[in-house]
């Protein structure tokens, strides 16, 4: 097992975006839109969190090269009882942002799901209604 050799490829603007989507209970997101969650601002703390998650990246996946990050970006959007979080990386490097901002995006949504939690659960301590949906790449490119 090796780390993909990139030493002879050269620096360029990498850009991903990356996308996914937390479904709660309609009464979860009302309580979010309303400001009322115990543990705070869902959406800052969310952010923070991706973005601590994006530089950490090749700490937590082992074969990704440690990528100098340049830029991130999160975009959180509301409908109905679904939360969309985007997230977008870019850096000038020998290989792409991808990983990065997938990363971005799992931690962003698990941060969310962490804060309400408790109006999740059901009587028996389960999560019938709360899960996490279609993690993806939606655009990867690099600009020489």
């Not at 309303?34 to 090749?58: C, Q, S």
């Not at 975009?75 to 290989?95: L, P, Q, S």
């Amino acid at each position: 097992m090796s780390m993909v050799d990139i030493s002879e490829k050269k620096n360029v603007l990498r850009i991903a975006k990356a996308k996914g989507t937390l479904v709660l209970k309609s009464t979860t997101v009302d309580a979010i839109k309303r400001g009322e969650i115990k543990k705070g601002d869902v959406f800052e703390t969310a952010k923070v969190a991706g973005m601590l998650a994006v530089k950490n990246t090749p700490r937590i996946i082992p074969h990704c090269h440690p990528i100098p990050v340049e830029f991130i970006d999160f975009n959180f959007r509301v409908y109905g009882n679904r939360i969309d979080v985007e997230c977008e990386v870019k850096a000038h490097y020998k290989t792409g942002v991808e990983m990065e901002a997938l990363t971005g995006v799992s931690v962003a949504l698990l941060t969310i799901w962490d804060m309400v939690k408790y109006l999740e659960k059901d009587e028996n301590g389960q999560y019938p209604m709360t899960q996490i949906l279609g993690i993806e790449v939606v655009e990867k490119r690099k600009e020489e």
